[in-house]
């Protein structure tokens, strides 16, 4: 029995875009407070920004500020054409603007132009070369372009200017990951888990535990992953995969009904779910649950083959 492990792929980079700091000064008010405020949401930080725009209260580096820091708002949103136009006037009103490009650099990445991101992450770094959020996002752009080493140089020395950068040393780990060294690709994510135990912190680590074959500690971490996020598919089909492997079929059949309550659309857990009501004789509904994988993916061959062995096709 084989068992599919495309879903398992949880590792995601994580850039950041910062909010913008800018002069200090007497006028301000509330509209200004919430744009620039390290705490505001998304939503607030545009509402507030626009205000500050729109009201044509501010000048220079002010102004700039503003403009970067919707861009900022736009940005976690998605809405990326119009962050792009604010960060762009953001750079066109303060050229020496470093968290503009870095912000700016952040867009590119999203829409995956990353010779235009690292062009602008150069420049934020050029502007302050002190400046951590630049250089773990170029190392981003550069682990998406492939070049693993100058990401790992780049994610060093984000390490090196602030040691408690958190989504730094995950990325880096990810970094390591890829190129398979397992050894530091623990330590990082480890380093990550203390600083911020997140669900993705647990999922990433899992992964090379499960990868290195040591499948107990990647089903603990699994596990803290999903009493971080109990909602959340992740944790439960991950850890319904290491219980398949272990040959743990209704503890698997257990995890994979959680992960499809809470993401009916993954194609591999609706296969999955099908190898472990196999295993345990429910023909009919591993057959229900192989064709619902067809459905989503009428090209996965695990699913085509149990249902050949189960004579339904």
């Not at 998605?78 to 867009?107: M, Q, S, T, W």
């Not at 991101?117 to 492939?146: C, F, H, M, T, V």
């Not at 959680?258 to 591999?268: E, G, H, I, R, T």
Request: net charge positive; charged share 30%.
């Amino acid at each position: 029995m084989r068992v599919s492990v495309g879903h398992l792929a949880s590792l995601a980079v994580l850039a950041l875009t910062c909010a913008a700091p800018v002069p200090a000064a007497a006028e301000g008010g509330p509209a200004w407070e919430a744009c620039v405020g390290l705490a505001s949401t998304p939503d607030e930080r545009v509402k507030a920004c626009s205000t500050v725009i729109d009201t044509k209260s501010e000048t220079g580096r002010r102004l700039a500020g503003a403009y970067c820091n919707r861009g900022h708002g736009l940005t976690e949103r998605h809405e990326l054409d119009a962050a792009l136009a604010d960060l762009d006037e953001a750079v066109k009103l303060d050229p020496n603007y470093a968290c503009a490009f870095n912000n700016r650099g952040r867009v590119y990445s999203f829409k995956r132009d990353y010779d235009r991101a690292i062009a602008d992450y150069d420049q934020a770094i050029k502007l302050d070369p002190s400046l951590p959020l630049a250089y773990n996002n170029r190392g981003e752009s550069r682990y998406n372009k492939r070049d693993l080493d100058g990401a790992i140089a780049d994610f060093d020395t984000a390490i090196k200017l602030n040691p408690n950068y958190a989504g730094a040393y995950g990325n880096r780990g990810l970094t390591y990951y890829r190129k398979r060294d397992m050894t530091r690709a623990l330590a990082d994510y480890t380093t990550r888990i203390k600083l911020a135990p997140d669900l993705l912190a647990y999922i990433d680590r899992g992964n090379v535990f499960r990868d290195s074959e040591q499948l107990d500690r990647a089903a603990a971490d699994y596990g803290e992953a999903i009493r971080i996020a109990p909602t959340d598919a992740r944790g439960w089909r991950n850890r319904g995969m290491i219980r398949l492997y272990q040959g743990d079929n209704k503890g698997g059949l257990a995890d994979y009904d959680k992960a499809l309550q809470y993401d009916p659309s993954d194609v591999f857990s609706w296969n999955n779910r099908g190898q472990a009501k196999m295993r345990l004789g429910d023909k009919q509904g591993a057959i229900a649950d192989f064709r619902k994988a067809l459905v989503l993916r009428p090209d996965l061959p695990t699913a085509r083959e149990a249902l050949q062995r189960l004579g339904a096709m």
